[in-house]
Antibody
Framework: QLQLQESGPGLVKPSETLSLTCTVA???????????WGWIRQPPGKGLEWIGT???????YYNPSLKSRATISVDTSKNQLSLRLTSVTAADTAVYYC???????????WGQGSLVTVSS | QSVLTQPPSVSAAPGQRVTISCSGT????????VSWYQQLPGTVPKLIIY???KRPSGIHDRFSGSKSGTSATLGITGLQTGDEADYYC????????????FGTGTKVTVL
């Protein structure tokens, strides 16, 4: 059974960089060419926002509104993907989810989420 | 800002049917598959419909999806208290700055 687990600091200071890692268990990130892996966030009390998606070939796609600050990478040897978001502000406070993005269509398996608060 | 528009809320009595609309454009819903996600209070979003109208294993057939032109619809029949949740549509947008877009979300309340 596929499992995804986000990890990283729960508190980040304004203007600093948010870094999260998602560890994938139960399947290989390179399992199928149709497997892509994405990051989604949800500010408290608000809706879902797609951040970006990566393929194990390292093709990446980003939300235009975050593209200048977000970097998604993959480490196939560790079966992990990572997210870096630079120059954070309070508006970046959210629960951050990693998920499998099947064929760039549906997000069919989600991690439990990691709450990141941006505050001094 | 989401480019997929959903009603903020819908409600019905137990056993009734509700529908949730998701309105998009020719570059997103008009061109790509639509998915639907259920987020029960305090939990992780869960895929309940993919490829417009397919249900993942374990999802009850009370949930159905359809698409026509640039709009999609999620239907829930035999409404139960356990269906109270936020529901989001989502699809790929094939415009110049391609990417995935979620709907604004709809809160379903069982009266």
């Amino acid at each position: 059974q596929l499992q995804l687990q986000e990890s990283g600091p729960g508190l980040v200071k304004p203007s600093e960089t948010l870094s999260l890692t998602c560890t994938v268990a139960g399947d290989s990130i390179r399992g199928r060419t149709s497997y892509y892996w994405g990051w989604i966030r949800q500010p408290p009390g608000k809706g879902l926002e797609w951040i970006g998606t990566i393929h194990y070939s390292e093709s990446t796609y980003y939300n235009p509104s975050l593209k200048s600050r977000a970097t998604i990478s993959v480490d196939t040897s560790k079966n992990q993907l990572s997210l870096r978001l630079t120059s954070v502000t309070a508006a970046d406070t959210a629960v951050y989810y990693c998920a499998r993005h099947h064929d760039l269509d549906e997000f069919d398996s989600w991690g439990q989420g990691s709450l990141v608060t941006v505050s001094s | 800002q989401s480019v997929l528009t959903q009603p903020p809320s819908v409600s019905a009595a137990p056993g009734q049917r509700v529908t949730i609309s998701c309105s998009g454009t020719s570059s997103n819903i008009g061109k790509n598959y639509v998915s639907w996600y259920q987020q029960l209070p305090g939990t992780v979003p869960k895929l309940i419909i993919y490829d417009n109208n397919k249900r993942p294993s374990g999802i009850h057939d009370r949930f159905s999806g359809s698409k026509s032109g640039t709009s999609a619809t999620l239907g829930i029949t035999g409404l139960q208290t356990g269906d109270e949740a936020d529901y989001y549509c989502g699809t790929w947008d094939s415009n110049l700055t391609a990417g995935y877009v979620f709907g604004t979300g709809t809160k379903v309340t069982v009266l």
